[in-house]
């Protein structure tokens, strides 16, 4: 089993820029990619990015590129989501996932593993 537990959601203005961490904890050994996805009300949970555990490779959805940039600490299993630019539309539930799945993948049902969620709320 692995754990996950996100923190430093808030509420941001636009334009501005807020940080997510996700601790891990548990059998990581296992883990091959951790991902960030968010819903909004009334819609599915979507993938935002995400990256492959050893190599550091990280994937992101077009609504993103250039803002939001995904880094993790490996030693202390650490994953993070900076996000920058923010824009209303980021609005959101922020959730950071893990998969033991080969190959990583960036569809939601990949993942086994999912925090609690943290709220983002970008004012226009």
């Known amino acids: 089993q692995v754990q996950l537990v996100e923190s430093g959601g808030g509420l941001v203005q636009a334009g501005g820029s807020l940080s997510l961490s996700c601790a891990a904890s548990?059998?990581?050994?296992?883990?091959?990619?951790m991902g960030w996805f968010r819903r909004t009300p009334g819609k599915d949970r979507e993938f935002v990015g995400g990256?492959?555990?050893?190599?550091?490779?990280?994937y992101y959805t077009d609504a993103v590129k250039g803002r939001f940039t995904i880094s993790r600490d490996n030693a202390n299993n650490t994953l993070y989501l900076q996000m920058n630019s923010l824009k209303p539309e980021d609005t959101a539930v922020y959730y950071c996932?893990?998969?033991?799945?080969?190959?990583?993948?960036?569809?939601?049902?990949?993942?086994?593993?999912w925090g609690q969620g943290t709220q983002v709320t970008v004012s226009s």
């Open positions: 996932a893990a998969t033991n799945l080969l190959p990583v993948g960036w569809t939601k049902n990949r993942y086994a593993y």
């Open positions: 548990g059998r990581m050994f296992t883990i091959y990619g």
């Open positions: 990256i492959k555990w050893n190599s550091g490779s990280t």
